[in-house]
Protein backbone atom coordinates (compact mmCIF):
# COMPACT_ATOMS: atom_id res chain seq x y z
CA UNK A 1 0.00 0.00 0.00
CA UNK A 2 1.37 3.64 -0.78
CA UNK A 3 2.36 5.92 1.49
CA UNK A 4 -1.12 8.30 -0.16
CA UNK A 5 -3.37 5.33 -0.01
CA UNK A 6 -2.45 4.07 3.62
CA UNK A 7 -3.20 7.62 4.54
CA UNK A 8 -6.51 7.80 2.90
CA UNK A 9 -7.29 4.84 4.23
CA UNK A 10 -6.86 6.30 8.12
CA UNK A 11 -8.71 8.98 6.94
CA UNK A 12 -11.89 7.07 5.50
CA UNK A 13 -11.24 5.24 8.59
CA UNK A 14 -11.44 7.82 11.45
CA UNK A 15 -14.86 9.35 9.59
CA UNK A 16 -16.20 5.91 8.85
CA UNK A 17 -16.02 5.73 12.78
CA UNK A 18 -17.01 8.85 13.53
CA UNK A 19 -20.06 8.58 11.06
CA UNK A 20 -21.14 5.77 13.79
CA UNK A 21 -21.14 8.56 16.61
CA UNK A 22 -18.26 6.95 18.50
CA UNK A 23 -14.60 7.85 19.02
CA UNK A 24 -11.60 5.63 18.98
CA UNK A 25 -8.14 5.23 20.37
CA UNK A 26 -6.45 3.87 16.85
CA UNK A 27 -3.17 1.71 17.63
CA UNK A 28 0.08 2.93 16.34
CA UNK A 29 0.08 1.42 12.61
CA UNK A 30 3.02 1.90 9.90
CA UNK A 31 1.51 4.05 8.06
CA UNK A 32 0.32 6.07 10.41
CA UNK A 33 4.31 7.40 10.29
CA UNK A 34 5.99 9.02 7.52
CA UNK A 35 8.12 6.61 5.09
CA UNK A 36 11.69 7.52 6.31
CA UNK A 37 11.13 6.30 9.83
CA UNK A 38 8.90 2.95 9.11
CA UNK A 39 12.23 0.65 8.55
CA UNK A 40 13.63 1.28 12.23
CA UNK A 41 10.58 1.12 13.67
CA UNK A 42 9.57 -1.94 11.84
CA UNK A 43 13.49 -3.72 13.24
CA UNK A 44 13.63 -2.07 16.84
CA UNK A 45 10.84 -2.33 19.99
CA UNK A 46 9.77 1.30 21.49
CA UNK A 47 12.37 2.10 24.58
CA UNK A 48 11.85 5.09 26.29
CA UNK A 49 12.81 7.30 29.27
CA UNK A 50 10.45 9.18 31.71
CA UNK A 51 12.21 11.59 34.36
CA UNK A 52 10.48 12.67 36.97
CA UNK A 53 11.94 15.44 39.44
CA UNK A 54 10.80 16.50 42.99
CA UNK A 55 12.32 19.35 44.83
CA UNK A 56 14.54 20.54 47.89
CA UNK A 57 15.50 16.61 48.82
CA UNK A 58 13.13 14.70 51.21
CA UNK A 59 12.99 13.82 54.79
CA UNK A 60 15.78 10.85 54.77
CA UNK A 61 14.63 9.54 58.21
CA UNK A 62 11.80 8.56 56.67
CA UNK A 63 13.37 7.65 53.38
CA UNK A 64 16.38 6.20 54.10
CA UNK A 65 16.45 2.23 53.29
CA UNK A 66 18.41 0.60 56.10
CA UNK A 67 19.58 -2.90 54.64
CA UNK A 68 21.68 -3.01 51.25
CA UNK A 69 20.64 -5.75 48.86
CA UNK A 70 17.44 -7.87 47.50
CA UNK A 71 16.34 -8.84 51.06
CA UNK A 72 15.71 -4.96 52.03
CA UNK A 73 12.30 -3.62 54.03
CA UNK A 74 10.86 -0.55 52.32
CA UNK A 75 11.52 2.52 54.15
CA UNK A 76 8.26 4.27 55.37
CA UNK A 77 8.47 6.92 52.70
CA UNK A 78 8.58 4.31 49.89
CA UNK A 79 5.90 1.93 51.57
CA UNK A 80 3.65 2.99 48.67
CA UNK A 81 5.60 1.30 45.96
CA UNK A 82 5.49 -2.29 47.62
CA UNK A 83 3.71 -3.79 44.58
CA UNK A 84 6.36 -2.61 42.33
CA UNK A 85 9.41 -3.58 44.63
CA UNK A 86 10.43 -5.94 41.70
CA UNK A 87 9.73 -3.10 39.10
CA UNK A 88 12.74 -0.51 40.73
CA UNK A 89 15.91 -0.44 42.42
CA UNK A 90 16.54 2.08 45.08
CA UNK A 91 20.17 4.12 45.22
CA UNK A 92 21.76 5.66 48.24
CA UNK A 93 24.53 8.00 48.40
CA UNK A 94 24.29 9.11 44.93
CA UNK A 95 26.01 12.52 44.31
CA UNK A 96 26.74 14.73 41.25
CA UNK A 97 30.28 16.04 42.00
CA UNK A 98 29.64 19.21 40.37
CA UNK A 99 26.57 20.22 42.27
CA UNK A 100 27.74 19.67 45.55
CA UNK A 101 27.14 22.94 47.45
CA UNK A 102 24.40 24.21 45.11
CA UNK A 103 21.64 25.06 46.21
CA UNK A 104 18.63 26.47 43.85
CA UNK A 105 20.52 24.95 40.71
CA UNK A 106 19.61 21.33 42.02
CA UNK A 107 17.11 21.05 39.12
CA UNK A 108 18.95 23.18 36.55
CA UNK A 109 21.80 20.32 36.71
CA UNK A 110 19.72 17.05 37.61
CA UNK A 111 20.16 15.97 34.21
CA UNK A 112 23.16 18.20 33.00
CA UNK A 113 25.81 17.17 35.97
CA UNK A 114 27.12 20.46 34.48
CA UNK A 115 29.47 22.37 36.97
CA UNK A 116 27.06 25.92 37.17
CA UNK A 117 28.36 28.59 39.76
CA UNK A 118 25.31 30.45 41.21
CA UNK A 119 27.09 31.94 43.96
CA UNK A 120 30.06 33.60 42.26
CA UNK A 121 28.18 35.88 39.74
CA UNK A 122 29.66 34.32 36.64
CA UNK A 123 27.44 33.76 33.52
CA UNK A 124 24.83 31.18 33.72
CA UNK A 125 25.87 28.61 31.44
CA UNK A 126 24.56 24.82 31.38
CA UNK A 127 25.42 21.71 28.81
CA UNK A 128 22.99 18.88 27.36
CA UNK A 129 20.55 17.12 29.46
CA UNK A 130 20.82 13.41 29.37
CA UNK A 131 17.33 12.97 27.83
CA UNK A 132 17.97 15.70 24.91
CA UNK A 133 21.01 12.93 23.93
CA UNK A 134 18.07 10.40 24.04
CA UNK A 135 15.84 12.70 22.22
CA UNK A 136 18.59 13.01 19.31
CA UNK A 137 18.89 9.39 19.14
CA UNK A 138 15.35 8.00 18.65
CA UNK A 139 13.13 11.45 18.40
CA UNK A 140 13.00 11.04 14.37
CA UNK A 141 10.93 8.04 14.86
CA UNK A 142 7.84 9.43 17.01
CA UNK A 143 6.16 12.99 16.10
CA UNK A 144 7.08 14.53 19.24
CA UNK A 145 11.12 14.16 19.56
CA UNK A 146 10.94 14.83 23.83
CA UNK A 147 8.13 16.17 25.54
CA UNK A 148 8.81 18.90 28.58
CA UNK A 149 6.42 19.59 31.25
CA UNK A 150 6.73 20.97 35.12
CA UNK A 151 4.27 22.87 37.34
CA UNK A 152 5.45 26.09 35.75
CA UNK A 153 5.17 26.78 32.38
CA UNK A 154 8.38 28.11 30.08
CA UNK A 155 11.80 28.40 31.30
CA UNK A 156 11.81 29.90 34.67
CA UNK A 157 14.71 32.03 34.91
CA UNK A 158 19.23 31.50 35.39
CA UNK A 159 19.49 29.83 38.00
CA UNK A 160 16.06 28.48 39.24
CA UNK A 161 15.00 26.96 35.81
CA UNK A 162 11.48 25.54 35.75
CA UNK A 163 12.30 22.88 33.26
CA UNK A 164 14.68 19.65 33.25
CA UNK A 165 15.78 19.75 29.46
CA UNK A 166 18.68 21.38 28.11
CA UNK A 167 19.73 21.45 24.44
CA UNK A 168 22.84 20.42 23.14
CA UNK A 169 24.41 24.58 23.72
CA UNK A 170 22.76 24.34 26.95
CA UNK A 171 19.62 26.51 26.31
CA UNK A 172 16.53 25.46 28.45
CA UNK A 173 13.57 24.23 26.32
CA UNK A 174 10.45 25.25 27.40
CA UNK A 175 7.89 22.77 29.80
CA UNK A 176 4.15 22.99 29.76
CA UNK A 177 2.06 22.63 33.01
CA UNK A 178 -1.51 22.93 31.39
CA UNK A 179 -2.68 19.53 31.01
CA UNK A 180 -6.04 20.48 28.92
CA UNK A 181 -3.41 22.26 26.71
CA UNK A 182 -0.82 19.92 26.83
CA UNK A 183 -3.37 17.05 25.57
CA UNK A 184 -4.70 19.72 22.69
CA UNK A 185 -1.17 19.94 21.16
CA UNK A 186 -0.40 16.39 21.61
CA UNK A 187 -4.08 15.31 19.96
CA UNK A 188 -5.72 17.97 19.10
CA UNK A 189 -6.13 19.13 15.58
CA UNK A 190 -4.32 21.47 13.59
CA UNK A 191 -5.21 25.07 13.63
CA UNK A 192 -7.20 26.11 9.95
CA UNK A 193 -6.53 22.31 8.79
CA UNK A 194 -3.72 20.55 7.30
CA UNK A 195 -3.12 22.84 3.81
CA UNK A 196 -3.18 26.31 6.30
CA UNK A 197 -1.20 24.56 8.65
CA UNK A 198 1.85 23.87 6.04
CA UNK A 199 1.11 27.76 4.70
CA UNK A 200 1.82 28.91 7.79
CA UNK A 201 5.16 26.42 8.10
CA UNK A 202 6.15 27.37 4.58
CA UNK A 203 6.25 31.12 5.07
CA UNK A 204 8.39 30.10 8.67
CA UNK A 205 10.75 28.68 6.60
CA UNK A 206 11.02 31.62 3.60
CA UNK A 207 11.67 33.37 7.17
CA UNK A 208 14.31 31.41 8.67
CA UNK A 209 16.12 30.80 5.75
CA UNK A 210 16.47 34.71 4.69
CA UNK A 211 17.91 34.95 8.52
CA UNK A 212 20.11 32.38 7.94
CA UNK A 213 21.31 33.68 4.20
CA UNK A 214 21.84 36.66 5.91
CA UNK A 215 23.81 35.90 9.43
CA UNK A 216 26.03 32.67 8.14
CA UNK A 217 27.75 34.73 5.31
CA UNK A 218 29.25 36.72 7.39
CA UNK A 219 29.04 35.04 10.72
CA UNK A 220 33.05 33.99 10.51
CA UNK A 221 34.26 37.38 10.21
CA UNK A 222 31.77 38.10 12.72
CA UNK A 223 33.24 35.76 15.37
CA UNK A 224 36.75 37.15 14.85
CA UNK A 225 35.96 40.05 16.57
CA UNK A 226 33.74 39.48 19.16
CA UNK A 227 34.62 38.56 23.18
CA UNK A 228 34.18 35.40 24.04
CA UNK A 229 30.93 35.95 25.72
CA UNK A 230 29.95 37.37 22.44
CA UNK A 231 31.05 34.32 20.88
CA UNK A 232 28.98 32.34 22.72
CA UNK A 233 25.75 34.46 22.41
CA UNK A 234 25.89 34.19 18.62
CA UNK A 235 26.63 30.80 18.59
CA UNK A 236 23.39 30.07 21.25
CA UNK A 237 21.33 32.76 18.44
CA UNK A 238 22.46 30.74 15.36
CA UNK A 239 21.51 27.42 16.93
CA UNK A 240 18.26 28.52 18.39
CA UNK A 241 17.78 29.44 14.48
CA UNK A 242 18.42 26.22 13.19
CA UNK A 243 17.09 24.08 15.73
CA UNK A 244 13.38 26.06 14.90
CA UNK A 245 14.22 25.28 11.08
CA UNK A 246 14.47 21.74 11.86
CA UNK A 247 11.49 21.41 14.25
CA UNK A 248 9.83 23.11 11.03
CA UNK A 249 10.80 20.01 9.01
CA UNK A 250 9.78 17.90 11.74
CA UNK A 251 5.83 19.53 11.55
CA UNK A 252 5.62 19.48 7.89
CA UNK A 253 6.93 15.99 7.50
CA UNK A 254 4.18 14.47 10.34
CA UNK A 255 1.36 16.77 8.82
CA UNK A 256 -0.07 14.11 6.81
CA UNK A 257 0.27 11.16 9.45
CA UNK A 258 -3.15 11.43 11.11
CA UNK A 259 -3.17 11.90 14.98
CA UNK A 260 -3.83 9.02 17.24
CA UNK A 261 -7.99 9.52 17.89
CA UNK A 262 -8.49 9.36 21.90
CA UNK A 263 -12.27 8.03 22.58
CA UNK A 264 -14.47 10.76 24.62
CA UNK A 265 -14.07 9.26 27.21
CA UNK A 266 -10.34 8.61 28.04
CA UNK A 267 -10.26 12.53 26.70
CA UNK A 268 -12.17 13.81 29.39
CA UNK A 269 -10.21 14.13 32.12
CA UNK A 270 -7.93 16.17 29.68
CA UNK A 271 -10.79 18.61 28.75
CA UNK A 272 -11.26 20.65 32.19
CA UNK A 273 -9.22 22.78 34.09
CA UNK A 274 -6.89 20.87 36.98
CA UNK A 275 -6.14 23.86 39.91
CA UNK A 276 -3.14 22.91 41.08
CA UNK A 277 -4.38 23.65 44.61
CA UNK A 278 -5.57 19.79 44.46
CA UNK A 279 -2.20 18.76 44.21
CA UNK A 280 -2.72 14.70 44.01
CA UNK A 281 -5.18 15.02 41.53
CA UNK A 282 -3.08 17.55 39.29
CA UNK A 283 0.29 15.36 39.56
CA UNK A 284 -2.19 12.08 38.76
CA UNK A 285 -3.58 14.29 35.54
CA UNK A 286 -0.12 14.74 34.18
CA UNK A 287 0.72 11.56 34.98
CA UNK A 288 -1.57 10.26 32.99
CA UNK A 289 -0.60 12.41 30.01
CA UNK A 290 2.67 10.76 30.04
CA UNK A 291 1.35 7.48 29.92
CA UNK A 292 -0.96 8.17 26.91
CA UNK A 293 1.90 10.05 25.31
CA UNK A 294 3.74 7.12 25.45
CA UNK A 295 1.00 4.40 24.29
CA UNK A 296 0.23 6.18 21.30
CA UNK A 297 3.90 6.43 21.06
CA UNK A 298 3.75 10.27 20.22
CA UNK A 299 7.28 10.81 22.31
CA UNK A 300 9.46 8.36 23.95
CA UNK A 301 11.36 10.95 26.23
CA UNK A 302 9.62 12.82 28.53
CA UNK A 303 10.93 15.33 31.31
CA UNK A 304 8.54 15.92 34.56
CA UNK A 305 9.41 18.90 36.78
CA UNK A 306 7.04 18.15 39.83
CA UNK A 307 8.65 21.65 41.61
CA UNK A 308 11.67 23.98 41.48
CA UNK A 309 13.53 24.43 44.52
CA UNK A 310 11.39 27.74 44.44
CA UNK A 311 7.99 26.33 43.62
CA UNK A 312 6.83 23.35 45.40
CA UNK A 313 3.24 22.77 45.96
CA UNK A 314 1.45 22.89 49.01
CA UNK A 315 -0.72 19.92 49.58
CA UNK A 316 -4.02 20.73 51.36
CA UNK A 317 -5.79 17.48 50.83
CA UNK A 318 -3.99 15.93 53.31
CA UNK A 319 -3.42 18.82 55.68
CA UNK A 320 0.07 20.52 54.37
CA UNK A 321 -0.45 23.71 53.54
CA UNK A 322 3.42 24.67 53.15
CA UNK A 323 4.80 24.60 49.83
CA UNK A 324 7.70 22.36 49.73
CA UNK A 325 10.05 24.84 49.93
CA UNK A 326 9.21 26.11 53.46
CA UNK A 327 9.17 22.31 54.66
CA UNK A 328 12.58 21.49 53.72
CA UNK A 329 13.70 24.31 55.85
CA UNK A 330 12.84 22.83 58.80
CA UNK A 331 15.76 23.97 60.95
CA UNK A 332 15.26 19.92 62.86
CA UNK A 333 11.49 20.73 64.09
CA UNK A 334 10.10 17.03 64.29
CA UNK A 335 6.78 18.95 63.34
CA UNK A 336 7.92 20.00 60.21
CA UNK A 337 9.93 17.11 59.51
CA UNK A 338 6.80 15.06 59.91
CA UNK A 339 4.89 17.29 57.60
CA UNK A 340 7.55 17.32 54.99
CA UNK A 341 7.92 12.84 55.59
CA UNK A 342 3.89 12.97 55.21
CA UNK A 343 4.43 15.12 51.48
CA UNK A 344 7.11 12.57 50.58
CA UNK A 345 4.77 9.52 51.13
CA UNK A 346 2.04 11.18 49.44
CA UNK A 347 3.99 11.59 46.49
CA UNK A 348 5.43 8.35 45.96
CA UNK A 349 1.55 7.27 46.36
CA UNK A 350 1.09 9.46 43.18
CA UNK A 351 4.40 8.01 41.80
CA UNK A 352 2.80 4.28 42.44
CA UNK A 353 -0.35 5.49 40.26
CA UNK A 354 1.93 6.19 37.77
CA UNK A 355 3.83 2.99 37.66
CA UNK A 356 0.23 1.48 37.72
CA UNK A 357 -0.27 2.45 35.15
CA UNK A 358 2.24 1.51 32.98
CA UNK A 359 2.53 -2.26 34.31
CA UNK A 360 -1.28 -2.11 33.34
CA UNK A 361 -1.35 -1.25 29.36
CA UNK A 362 0.38 -3.82 27.84
CA UNK A 363 3.17 -2.99 24.55
CA UNK A 364 3.80 -5.57 22.67
CA UNK A 365 4.35 -8.48 24.31
CA UNK A 366 5.31 -6.68 27.19
CA UNK A 367 4.20 -4.29 29.81
CA UNK A 368 4.77 -0.55 28.91
CA UNK A 369 6.67 -0.37 31.89
CA UNK A 370 8.94 -2.90 30.83
CA UNK A 371 9.86 -1.04 27.76
CA UNK A 372 9.72 2.75 29.66
CA UNK A 373 12.75 3.37 31.89
CA UNK A 374 11.58 5.95 34.84
CA UNK A 375 14.37 8.01 36.72
CA UNK A 376 12.59 9.29 39.79
CA UNK A 377 14.49 11.58 42.32
CA UNK A 378 16.05 15.01 43.41
CA UNK A 379 19.06 17.25 43.20
CA UNK A 380 19.10 17.89 46.87
CA UNK A 381 19.00 15.29 49.62
CA UNK A 382 19.11 17.65 53.01
CA UNK A 383 17.24 20.47 52.14
CA UNK A 384 17.61 22.77 55.13
CA UNK A 385 21.23 23.59 54.24
CA UNK A 386 21.52 22.80 50.61
CA UNK A 387 23.32 19.41 50.37
CA UNK A 388 23.47 17.62 47.62
CA UNK A 389 25.05 14.30 48.24
CA UNK A 390 23.32 10.62 49.30
CA UNK A 391 20.19 12.24 46.76
CA UNK A 392 17.03 9.92 46.87
CA UNK A 393 16.90 8.16 43.66
CA UNK A 394 15.27 5.88 42.05
CA UNK A 395 15.30 3.77 38.79
CA UNK A 396 12.53 2.22 37.56
CA UNK A 397 10.77 0.13 34.61
CA UNK A 398 12.83 -1.45 31.99
CA UNK A 399 13.15 -4.37 32.21
CA UNK A 400 12.78 -5.38 28.48
CA UNK A 401 15.57 -3.37 28.02
CA UNK A 402 18.05 -5.32 30.03
CA UNK A 403 17.60 -3.75 33.70
CA UNK A 404 17.55 -5.82 36.59
CA UNK A 405 15.70 -4.29 39.66
CA UNK A 406 14.47 -5.50 43.54
CA UNK A 407 17.54 -4.25 44.88
CA UNK A 408 18.90 -1.42 47.30
CA UNK A 409 22.19 0.05 46.23
CA UNK A 410 23.82 1.47 48.60
CA UNK A 411 27.31 3.11 48.22
CA UNK A 412 27.23 4.83 51.73
CA UNK A 413 27.37 1.11 53.88
CA UNK A 414 31.17 0.46 52.86
CA UNK A 415 31.97 3.35 54.34
CA UNK A 416 30.00 3.47 57.47
CA UNK A 417 31.30 2.14 60.78
CA UNK A 418 27.49 1.04 62.00
CA UNK A 419 24.19 0.78 60.50
CA UNK A 420 22.21 3.48 60.02
CA UNK A 421 20.47 4.75 63.24
CA UNK A 422 18.71 6.96 60.85
CA UNK A 423 19.22 9.64 63.99
CA UNK A 424 18.60 13.63 62.80
CA UNK A 425 22.73 13.91 62.83
CA UNK A 426 23.44 11.19 61.48
CA UNK A 427 21.11 11.80 58.30
CA UNK A 428 22.51 14.93 57.84
CA UNK A 429 26.01 13.86 58.13
CA UNK A 430 24.82 11.29 55.19
CA UNK A 431 24.00 14.45 52.91
CA UNK A 432 27.53 15.80 53.51
CA UNK A 433 30.61 15.21 52.07
CA UNK A 434 29.77 11.98 49.73
CA UNK A 435 30.49 8.47 51.72
CA UNK A 436 32.00 7.28 48.25
CA UNK A 437 33.68 9.52 45.30
CA UNK A 438 32.93 7.20 42.83
CA UNK A 439 28.59 6.86 42.97
CA UNK A 440 27.81 9.46 40.68
CA UNK A 441 24.40 10.12 38.92
CA UNK A 442 26.01 10.36 35.98
CA UNK A 443 26.66 6.63 35.93
CA UNK A 444 23.03 5.83 36.61
CA UNK A 445 22.36 8.72 33.27
CA UNK A 446 24.75 7.33 31.24
CA UNK A 447 23.26 3.10 31.78
CA UNK A 448 19.90 4.95 30.75
CA UNK A 449 21.54 6.58 27.70
CA UNK A 450 23.21 3.04 26.43
CA UNK A 451 19.74 1.15 27.12
CA UNK A 452 18.43 3.73 24.69
CA UNK A 453 21.09 3.37 22.16
CA UNK A 454 22.67 6.25 22.63
CA UNK A 455 26.04 6.00 20.85
CA UNK A 456 27.97 6.91 23.86
CA UNK A 457 30.82 5.65 26.80
CA UNK A 458 30.70 7.82 29.29
CA UNK A 459 28.43 11.18 30.12
CA UNK A 460 30.23 14.16 31.92
CA UNK A 461 31.92 12.85 34.83
CA UNK A 462 30.94 9.67 34.88
CA UNK A 463 33.02 6.45 35.34
CA UNK A 464 31.23 3.89 33.43
CA UNK A 465 27.50 2.00 33.46
CA UNK A 466 25.70 0.51 36.78
CA UNK A 467 26.83 -2.72 36.38
CA UNK A 468 24.90 -4.03 39.07
CA UNK A 469 21.67 -3.67 37.41
CA UNK A 470 22.51 -4.59 33.90
Known amino acids: MSNILSQRWLLNRRHFLRGLGTTMALPLLDAMMP ?6 AVVTKPRRSVFVYIPNGVNGMAWQVKQPGRGYELSPSLQPLEKHRGDFTVFSGLHHPNGLGQAHVCADTWLTGAKIDAQGGRKYENSISADQMMAESVGQQTRFSSLELSISSGTGQPFNSSTLAFSRDGVPLPAEDNPKNIFNRLFGEEKGGIAEQRARLTKRRSVLDAVLDAVLDDASDLRRGLGNEDRHKLDEYLHAVRD ?4 T ?15 AQSAAPFQRDVPKAQAGEYWRTMFDLIVLALRTDMTRVVTYMNGSEGNGLAIPEIGITQARHNLSHHNGDPVVLERLAKSDAFIMQQ ?8 RSIQDGEEPLLDRTMVLF ?6 GHSHCNSNLPILLAGGKGLGLK ?4 LDYNRPHLKEDYSLGYDEWRSLCGKPKDGKARLNNVLLTMMQKMEVNTESFVD ?4 VSEIV
Open 351 to 358: FAHFLDEL
Open 462 to 465: SLGP
Open 377 to 382: GSGMSY
Open 405 to 408: HGQH
Open 249 to 263: ERLDAWLDVPKPVIE
Open 35 to 40: LRVRAA
Open 244 to 247: VEQR
